[in-house]
Nanobody
Framework: QVRLVESGGGLAQAGDSLRLSCAAS????????MGWFRQAPGKEREFVAA????????YYVDSVNGRFTISRDNAKNTVYLQMNSLKPEDAAVYLC????????????????WGQGTQVTVSS
């Protein structure tokens, strides 16, 4: 079993930066792909970014490409999401996820999910 705990959310102004962290515990996720999704009120959960177990492959939704960067530190069992040039439309609960298959995970099929961290962006 894997437990994922997100942190780093908060209130930001448009144009600001935030860095989200997701710490995994319970077992190592060094061989797992990891990703970030977000869900805004009244909207469906949306894929944001994902990274392969070794960091060689990364994927982003078009709306964040060039502004957000996903990375991981396998020694710390942690994945990060650096969010720059934040926009009001980035406001959502951001959820961390992990699983053995990156392609399936990108489509929402990750095995393990965190509870999420709130990101609020004011204009």
């Amino acid at each position: 079993q894997v437990r994922l705990v997100e942190s780093g959310g908060g209130l930001a102004q448009a144009g600001d930066s935030l860095r989200l962290s997701c710490a995994a515990s319970g077992r190592t996720v060094i061989t797992y792909a990891m990703g970030w999704f977000r869900q805004a009120p009244g909207k469906e959960r949306e894929f944001v970014a994902a990274i392969s177990w070794n960091g060689d492959n990364v994927y982003y939704v078009d709306s964040v490409n060039g502004r957000f960067t996903i990375s991981r530190d396998n020694a710390k069992n942690t994945v990060y999401l650096q969010m720059n040039s934040l926009k009001p439309e980035d406001a959502a609960v951001y959820l961390c996820a992990a699983g053995p298959n990156l392609d399936r995970g990108v489509r929402g099929g990750f095995t393990y999910w965190g509870q999420g961290t709130q990101v609020t962006v004011s204009s």
